[in-house]
């Protein structure tokens, strides 16, 4: 590197050797001005188009119309498979022909708020599918996923709370808790119950015509129970009980009308849910032998080599899921494992760490001094934990429909 002087004066150039001097500096300002200058398509603002379903003068947030940007991307891809043979996979299907995948959840944030995003995807792009550079986010804003503002997005999402929004339904806490079929709570623990079309299964999918018809039911209880005077807790829990008694969970007309038996069962719930209860299970044995003693108040005063505090301290080092491990601390602050079970619900990240190191785990609960009961409970678990992984392993999260660009 040398510096050389310029033929008018003192001013100088740098130059690492001949020919190669060192690249001017970008500054934000001009950063922002070419990041402004590139097209990348029509995005609408939330508050401006939604005016009229927004209750809350706070509520933020962008979005982009499926119409216009899916072939604003199809567009990017075609281009991107010219350039680089075998970056698309057209799966036999005709060439330009695309499978999008579409969902939409909602979190937490914040203490007060809820953020709520929609993301689409082409699957076309093979192994690069789970990429996050190829999800692209199509809504995003801090409302919640039943608010009128994601109602009237028109977008179909894959959760189960806000697919029982746009059924028309009662939350998934009610007697009759699935949006796919007439399982009950009653029933829902019979090992031998089947659920098809067959007449011969126990349980069956809910029938678009039935709805309507209990719909219209559950109208006619509430034109009586305005013409009565009693409390808005008693009126509720009157039609909750009306709508359970005629073996339904419906109380208004799907949003969705006939698209609603389209539905299907979006399969990385039940796997977070597997592994949450699977928890469940083992976290009751690591309190059982962990034979905690009255005095102890705090997760802090119990003994190092606890099972409970074994299981957490892998849980937070090993499995890497320390907010999992947070919960249990909390939890055992609060109630001492004497009162209500753990709540918590699993995430991607927790199923991800428990399919690979479940058996970790169970092997903190073997004992010198386990009876034959015992050792059976922890081969039970290991079979249970091994099928259970070999389920996810096959698990699609992705709900998949053709597109054809031709027709967009």
């Known amino acids: 590197m040398k510096s050389a002087d310029t033929k008018r004066g003192g001013n100088t150039s740098i130059q690492f050797k001949a020919n190669c001097p060192i690249p001017k500096i970008l500054t934000y300002n001009k950063l922002r001005k070419q990041i402004n200058a590139i097209d990348i398509g029509k995005v609408y603002s939330v508050e401006e188009q939604f005016s009229a379903y927004i209750q809350d003068e706070n509520v933020k947030g962008c979005y982009r119309d499926l119409r216009e940007y899916l072939p604003r991307l199809a567009k990017f891809y075609l281009g991107m498979q010219k350039n680089q043979k075998g970056a698309l996979k057209w799966f036999a299907e005709t060439e330009g022909t695309f499978l999008v995948a579409f969902g939409g959840d909602g979190c937490p944030f914040g203490k007060?708020?809820?953020a709520c995003s929609f993301l689409v995807s082409f699957l076309n792009t093979g192994k690069r599918v789970a990429s996050s550079g190829d999800n692209f986010l199509v809504f995003g804003g801090n409302v919640e996923e039943s608010s009128p503002v994601v109602k009237n997005m028109h977008k179909l999402p894959n959760d189960m709370k806000m697919l029982a929004m746009l059924a028309g339904e009662l939350s998934n806490s009610s007697t009759y808790f699935s949006t796919f079929a007439n399982v009950s709570t009653n029933d829902c623990t019979d090992l031998d119950g089947t659920l098809s079309l067959d007449p011969n299964s126990k349980w069956k999918p809910w029938v678009f015509e039935e709805r309507v018809k209990v719909v219209k039911k559950v109208e006619s209880l509430k034109s009586s129970l305005d013409k009565k005077v009693m409390s808005a807790q008693n009126k509720r829990n009157k039609i909750t009980q009306f709508i359970a008694q005629n073996k339904s969970r419906q109380e208004f007309t799907p949003l969705l009308?006939?698209?609603?038996?389209?539905?299907?069962v979006e399969p990385l719930h039940l796997k977070n849910n597997a592994w949450g209860y699977f928890f469940k299970v083992l976290l009751k044995e690591a309190i059982a032998k962990s034979k905690i003693s009255v005095a102890c108040k705090t997760f802090a005063e119990l003994p190092q080599d606890s099972c409970l505090v074994k299981l957490v301290n892998t849980l937070q080092h090993i499995l890497?899921?320390?907010?999992?491990?947070?919960k249990v601390k909390k939890w055992f602050d609060e109630t001492q494992c004497r009162q209500n079970d753990l709540q918590y619900r699993f995430t991607g990240k927790e199923s991800?760490?428990?399919?690979h190191h479940f058996s970790t785990l169970l092997s903190l609960l073997?004992?010198?001094s386990d009876s034959r009961k015992q050792i059976q409970t922890i081969l039970a678990l290991?079979?249970?934990?091994l099928r259970l992984r070999d389920c996810c392993s096959i698990i699609n999260r992705f709900d998949m429909k053709q597109v054809d660009i031709d027709k967009l």
């Not at 009308?257 to 299907?264: P, S, T």
């Open 112 to 114: 007060t708020e809820t």
């Open 257 to 264: 009308g006939k698209l609603i038996d389209k539905a299907h």
């Open 320 to 326: 890497h899921v320390g907010r999992l491990a947070k």
């Open 352 to 355: 991800r760490a428990f399919c």
């Open 366 to 368: 073997k004992l010198p």
């Open 382 to 385: 290991h079979y249970v934990g």
